[in-house]
């Protein structure tokens, strides 16, 4: 049997990182907001409960929460980045084998290790990246992808787990209850339309998708329909970047051909790596929140300076858009450099806080940017594409951008970004 | 009460920053001889390697407030960065960030032939009890940054 696979989820990840620099926060229902403070993209379980739904514009967020303490924040994303940068360092110190799925998600492979303390070990990284980052964090255990990510949610859902659940072979009853508990729609890569169809065919639960006939399901449905239903049954087949809904970030890094330290280069090589990035974005129907760019040296020239940096910034809006993630993207370049002569030797643009296309309109009256624009927007992007699939990859490119930003993002209530900036310490207060 | 406000986190990867040793002539008195490290060339030091072992679980605050200043404090100023590191467990003696109230405070634990509890060097303040209902230790201090020249 192949060893187990886990999901490590950050609970409510965006209010837990305001509240470890921000104890008082603790119990108190606590929002975050999208770019512009538009709509609300995170929740604390206490703002859950108050009936604050995902997607809500921020003006329609009822008075009334405010007598509960709600506490509004805007999205502080060089924050989350970089904490959640820490958790993967820590969970890096429990298994080779990290593979991080989203800004607050990883799965952990545990080849070689002894499954029957398993279980134990996942506590342990539990508590340790408790500690460690002050951020919690639940822990799902199964022989494959889509059963870890029920047995996380059954983790995050049961305080008596203790935040860990380890699914017992597909055919423990305890594991068949879970399944036949489990809604369809709930179901990691399955989505509402689907949903529906197979709930009119009868096949509600996790349990009936499981029983269901794969062959039948792929001639219905699809293939991906096909490999859920056998990942429920324990059979893995869903590998790294072929995760059945569309990636939650996109990655592109490289090595330079040869270690450099000249700053056009640099910047030549974000910028192709950001262009890259969001023809995959559009490839596959998303639009992205934020924009992390790393930038890193040889290791193992050891007689040379060593630098491994990274930073995370928002784009002005959910957006598809390769301008502005370019330009994004050599703002976050130029937030980086260091004056000294540095030799790197590697450059990657990740995009973060990737949603579907379809489900954006929640944002559209709160950004400054129009329809028209949008629209403009959209053609511009479908022409450059077209113009690059047709004559060749780099026939059109995004040229010299300007680093100073001719928008600002609104963020009324943004947090300090505490981990990140000296100049945002507030004056010294004595008391 | 030295209150700690604003927590600054450092980045995950501090930059290694090479500081080169002093390798310069050393005179001593009129007559002069030989610093015993002038052919010693080459080292370096790293102030993120010796003051950073563990970036992951290191944080950053500034302090602000006076209290530490007494004469039996630990000599915190006000403006000073605090190194604090979440990994390690604190001991009798340590001076730690707590969370008393919802409120980010430095202050000693001290537990030795007492029960333990958070002890401000101002006489002023109470020690708060560590099993009181609302605090906790956040990280221990390791280093205290002061810039003295103003």
Excluded at chain 1, 53 to 62: D, E, S, V
Excluded at chain 1, 314 to 331: E, G, H, K, S
């Amino acid at each position: 049997m192949r060893a187990p696979i886990a999901l490590v989820d950050c609970n409510n990840f965006y209010a837990s990182c305001e509240r470890v620099f921000r104890p008082r926060l603790h119990g108190l229902p606590v929002v975050v907001l999208s770019n512009n403070d538009g709509c609300v993209i995170a929740r604390s379980q206490e703002a859950i409960d108050l009936g604050i739904t995902m997607g809500m514009p921020a003006h329609h967020i009822p008075p009334e929460t405010r007598r509960h303490g709600l506490e509004l924040c805007s999205s502080n994303y060089e924050l989350y980045g970089d904490m959640s940068a820490r958790v993967l360092a820590t969970l890096h110190t429990f298994t080779p084998l990290v593979e991080p799925y989203s800004i607050d998600e990883s799965w952990l492979g545990f080849e070689g290790f002894d499954t029957s303390t398993l279980a134990a070990h996942c506590h342990d990284l539990r508590h340790t990246v408790h500690r460690w980052t002050g951020l919690p964090v639940s822990v799902g255990i199964a022989p494959t992808r889509t059963l870890a990510k029920l047995a996380n949610r059954h983790a995050k859902k049961h305080p008596g787990t203790g935040g860990v659940f380890m699914l017992e072979g597909v055919h423990h009853p305890e594991t068949q209850a879970l399944l036949a508990r489990t809604p369809v729609g709930d179901i990691w890569g399955i989505g509402g339309r689907v949903a529906v169809r197979l709930q009119a065919l009868g096949i509600d639960t996790a349990l009936a998708l499981a029983q269901a006939q794969p062959s039948w399901l792929r001639q219905q449905f699809s293939v991906v329909l096909e490999r859920t239903a056998r990942e429920l049954c324990g059979i893995n087949c869903i590998e790294m970047n072929d995760a059945p809904d569309s990636r939650k970030m996109i990655m592109t890094s490289r090595s330079f051909g040869k270690v450099t330290s000249n700053r056009r280069d640099i910047e030549e090589a974000v910028r192709a790596h950001a262009s890259n990035s969001a023809l995959r974005l559009r490839a596959q129907r998303s639009l992205a929140g934020a924009v992390m760019v790393m930038l890193r040296t040889n290791p193992h020239m050891r007689h040379l300076s060593q630098d491994h940096t990274r930073i995370t910034l928002p784009l002005p809006w959910p957006t598809d858009n390769t301008f502005d993630i370019v330009r994004t993207a050599q703002n976050a370049l130029a937030r980086l450099w260091k004056p000294q002569r540095i030799v790197y030797q590697k450059c990657g643009v990740q995009l973060m806080d990737l949603v579907d296309i379809d489900g954006q309109q929640l944002d559209v009256f709160q950004t400054p940017q129009s329809n028209d624009e949008r629209q403009r927007s959209d053609h511009l992007m479908a022409t450059l594409d077209q113009l690059n699939a047709r004559f060749g990859r780099h026939t059109v490119t995004v040229g010299m951008q300007r680093s100073d930003a001719d928008w600002q993002l609104r963020c009324a209530y943004r947090s300090n970004r505490w981990t990140t900036r000296w100049d945002e310490l507030p004056g010294a207060r004595l008391t | 009460m030295l209150h700690v406000t604003s927590p600054q986190a450092l980045t995950v990867d501090p930059t290694p920053r090479s500081i080169p040793w002093a390798t310069c002539h050393v005179r001593a008195g009129i007559s002069g001889f030989p610093s015993p490290a002038q052919d010693y060339d080459g080292g370096r030091i790293d102030l993120n390697e010796a003051l950073i072992p563990r970036p992951t679980s290191t944080f950053m605050f500034t302090a602000e407030g006076d209290s530490m200043q007494a004469p039996d404090g630990a000599g915190i100023h006000g403006g000073d960065k605090l190194l604090v590191d979440r990994a390690i467990e604190a001991r009798h003696g340590d001076i730690v960030v707590a969370v008393v109230d919802g409120e980010l405070l430095v202050k000693e634990l001290r537990h030795q032939d007492c029960p333990p509890a958070l002890h401000s060097a101002n006489p002023r303040h109470a020690p708060i009890p560590m099993h009181s209902a609302d605090c906790q230790i956040w990280g221990v201090v390791t280093h205290i940054v002061r810039t003295v020249r103003r």
